[in-house]
């Protein structure tokens, strides 16, 4: 069975990045992704998709970057795609769990939650680009 792919040219506002969002959420219903698959992906690409609009851009409405997803028979695969400044969250450090939370660092609890959440994160730079891909299985 063939599926439609999903493409989100997003620019950087909060409302922008919500519709988006919004419109990932009727693809995954639409191709039949499993709930507790689309809950998964969901919550992944929101934070990445915020990590993004804070950290990369700096809230710049004028940037843009892209979300592309994928549906095959058992699995979505996604790409989130922009041009800020080189970050591979691949080799992020993980947070330190067994520290009590009043004396953790901030940050690094999103990208743990992204690599617990979904099945493969890779990462690669290309033409000046970060490119991220998830994949999530059921």
């Known amino acids: ?36 698959v689309a809950l998964a992906l969901g ?15 700096g809230r710049d409405g004028e940037r843009q970057f892209r979300v592309s997803a994928w549906r095959d028979d058992c699995a979505v695969e996604l790409v989130l795609d922009d041009d800020g400044p080189y970050f591979d969250p691949t080799q992020a450090p993980q947070p330190n769990l067994c520290v009590p939370l009043e004396q953790r660092h901030a940050g690094g609890l999103g990208l743990w939650l992204v690599r617990h959440t979904v099945d493969h ?6 033409d000046n680009r970060n490119e991220l891909t998830l994949r999530k299985a059921w």
Do not use: K
């Open 1 to 36: 069975m063939s599926f439609p792919e999903f493409q989100c040219c997003i620019c950087a506002e909060p409302h922008a990045v919500s519709q988006c969002m919004d419109a990932f959420n009727q693809w995954m219903e639409g191709a039949g992704v499993p709930d507790t």
């Open 121 to 126: 994160v890779s990462y690669r730079r290309f």
């Open 43 to 57: 919550l992944a690409v929101d934070e990445l998709l915020a990590n993004i609009l804070s950290h990369a851009y």
